[in-house]
């Protein structure tokens, strides 16, 4: 068969990533502290870019969304938005004024204190060698949220764990009140104490203890070495710092010989659990939105401008320069910068824009949540957001990834407030699959040790309350809460 060439013309249509379109995209993934640093590394680039110190300078920027205020409908939970533009010029970013918003950080608690040994003056053992368990890549807190990931909590108590590990210090101690954080999120107190307890087995042994006796029992119980008389001694640490051997023996109710046992074996506990793991990393978390009630019932969502860079382009220096004589290659440099300046000033008006709508949307959604607590958060995902924004859901992944919203019940990531659903039969409202899980929890802790049900039982027993749910959905969520299966429970049963 003979061959021969032949040209052909063909339409078609393809999606082309412009370095413009890539720069908007890496911006909005970006958090403030990185933006502040690309910013600064723009500035330093284009001659033609200036930042903006002075709130008084008179504006020449776009008009970025300032303030969304959502109202709050007692009967019926839903949020009504009202945007209030401000219309500045046309080259300046200028995010929205929030300084007088701020919403109290998470509020600490009275420390606790204890005057036991080198603990008690901030050093550390003897014995114990943070050296060899010193990690320089990695801070405690960034741990500690990774364990979270897999502890098969609740969204509601994913919340209150969350909060409870930023209320832990670099040395491993949990620095505030339960009854504030039960306060502030709105949560029971026994809620979150059992949060706490289940925190408190994370790696480090004796990590978010409140007290160097807690700490220290927290590690002996990891040891199978928590008996009375080790927990007398706990008790009874002003003993041990003052050396007195003879009222040791007494409260312990033990002879010398064990003392100095148990002396040698408090001496190889940690007293700072939280030690071995980079500080020098640690950066405070400054929120990117905050979120305030007013007086009449609606919740404004601002920006935090403190956070976000404010620059222009200097067009008296840009016709100044393109007035001069000039090659070829630096007519195309000042071009370059010229449209790099615009370019960086409309991305970060956008940026600012499409956080506020996400955040807006998030206030929106979870508006129970912000009025009534923690319990009464909804499920919500990526797309529901997206598509109440007009947005693609990839834009709201990246929006909500390492941005913080200040509010008064504390401070939170924006991807917290995202969790899965199960659907509603008959059509209903969709069920949270946490409060689901909980529910399976439930009903087989609830259950008789003649009467164990089966995954196809739970079924059956969660359509009956409108949940449309699988078996096979049924047997993940007790797998991920570790428990056995039904046959496994009635033979434990039936040894018991």
């Not at 040994?117 to 010193?134: R, V």
């Not at 003392?259 to 074996?265: R, T």
């Not at 859901?393 to 995202?418: D, I, Q």
């Amino acid at each position: 068969m003979a061959m021969k060439h032949s040209l052909d013309m063909r339409q078609g249509q393809s999606l082309v990533m412009t370095p413009q379109l890539q720069q908007a995209i890496k911006l909005l993934q970006l958090s403030n502290q990185e933006l502040a640093e690309f910013v600064e590394a723009e500035l330093e680039r284009n001659p033609l870019l200036v930042k903006v110190e002075d709130d008084n300078s008179a504006p020449e920027a776009g008009e970025p969304v300032r303030r969304e205020e959502l109202s709050l409908d007692e009967r019926t939970g839903q949020g009504e938005a009202r945007e209030q533009l401000d219309a500045p010029g046309e080259d300046l970013y200028e995010p929205g004024t929030g300084s007088d918003a701020a919403m109290p950080a998470n509020a600490s608690g009275p420390s606790a204190k204890t005057d036991w040994s080198t603990a008690g003056n901030g050093q550390a053992s003897e014995d114990f060698d943070y050296t060899a368990n010193l990690s320089s890549d990695i801070t405690l807190a960034e741990h500690l949220h990774t364990q979270l990931n897999f502890a098969g909590l609740s969204d509601a108590d994913r919340l209150i764990a969350a909060r409870l590990i930023d209320e832990t210090d670099e040395t491993g101690y949990l620095r505030t009140s339960l009854d504030d954080v039960a306060k502030s999120l709105g949560a029971d107190i026994a809620n979150v104490e059992a949060v706490l307890g289940v925190c408190q087995g994370f790696d480090p042994t004796g990590v978010m203890a409140r007290s160097v006796p807690e700490c220290l029992a927290l590690q002996l119980k990891d040891r199978g070495r928590l008996d009375p008389a080790m927990q007398a001694m706990l008790d009874n640490l002003h003993l041990v710092a003052k050396h007195d051997l003879k009222q040791l023996m007494d409260v312990c109710g033990v002879d010398k010989a064990d003392i100095q046992d148990m002396l040698l074996e408090l001496r190889q506990l940690s007293p700072k659990p939280g030690a071995g793991f980079s500080s020098d990393t640690t950066v405070a978390v400054a929120p990117d939105v905050y979120v305030r009630e007013l007086p009449n019932g609606m919740y404004a969502v601002e920006l935090n401008s403190e956070t976000l860079p404010r620059v222009l382009m200097d067009k008296a220096y840009y016709a100044e320069v393109t007035a001069l004589p000039m090659r070829d290659k630096e007519k195309e440099f000042i071009s370059e910068c010229a449209a790099s300046a615009t370019w960086l000033i409309k991305s970060l008006d956008q940026r600012a824009r499409t956080i506020l709508k996400v955040a807006s949307e998030i206030v929106r959604q979870q508006d129970g949540f912000f009025a009534h607590g923690v319990a009464h958060l909804r499920p919500l995902n990526l797309k529901q957001v997206a598509d109440a924004i007009e947005m693609h859901e990839s834009t709201v992944s990246r929006v909500t990834s390492n941005k913080y919203m200040a509010t008064p019940r504390g401070l939170f990531e924006l991807k917290y407030f995202f969790s899965a659903s199960i659907p509603a039969t008959g059509g209903g409202e969709a069920h949270s699959a946490e409060a689901v899980r909980h529910r399976i929890k439930q009903l087989i802790e609830d259950e008789a040790p003649e009467d164990v049900l089966s995954d196809d039982q739970i079924v059956e027993i969660l359509t009956g309350f409108g949940i449309d749910i699988a078996r096979r959905t049924v047997a993940k969520y007790r797998e991920s809460l570790n428990i056995p299966s039904s046959v496994q429970r009635r033979r434990m049963g039936k040894a018991g």
